[in-house]
């Protein structure tokens, strides 16, 4: 074997477990929020007034994450999380091939129809590129 085939070989593998890596440490974040957003909605099924503890209890969360985690916690992403909870219930099913970009826009769909032909879809098109 010629060296340059060696050294393409080697680059490969790395690139390879760089791009696992980076997909790992992707889904990791993404069950991060999925649990935060469990979090917040099993809290708020134990308050009284559901809709107006929900905005409370959100906007306080948030207050309270800003000064050590930034702005990465806000209410608006507070709220997708526990929306990405209550689309995507059963963390078994999320996709490792789906980025929070893919599942943010998913969520942002208003009928679980279409919400589930764009999934459908996306892994389509994520195969494609993979393969």
């Not at 490969?12 to 997909?23: G, H, K």
């Not at 930034?70 to 997708?80: A, M, N, W």
């Amino acid at each position: 074997m010629e060296i340059s085939h060696l050294i393409k070989d080697i680059q490969e593998i790395i690139l390879q477990a760089r791009d696992r890596a980076v997909r790992s440490v992707n889904f990791e974040r993404m069950v991060m929020y999925w649990q935060i957003g469990k979090r917040i909605f099993e809290e708020e099924q134990l308050g009284k007034e559901r809709a107006e503890y929900g905005q409370y209890l959100i906007k306080n969360i948030a207050i309270a994450l800003k000064p050590d985690h930034g702005q990465s916690f806000t209410y608006r992403q507070l709220e997708r999380f526990r929306q990405f909870y209550r689309i995507f219930p059963n963390t078994s099913a999320l996709r490792t091939q789906f980025s929070w970009t893919h599942y943010k826009l998913l969520i942002s769909v208003d009928s679980d129809d279409k919400r589930e032909f764009y999934e459908s879809e996306s892994k389509k098109e994520i195969k494609k590129t993979v393969n």
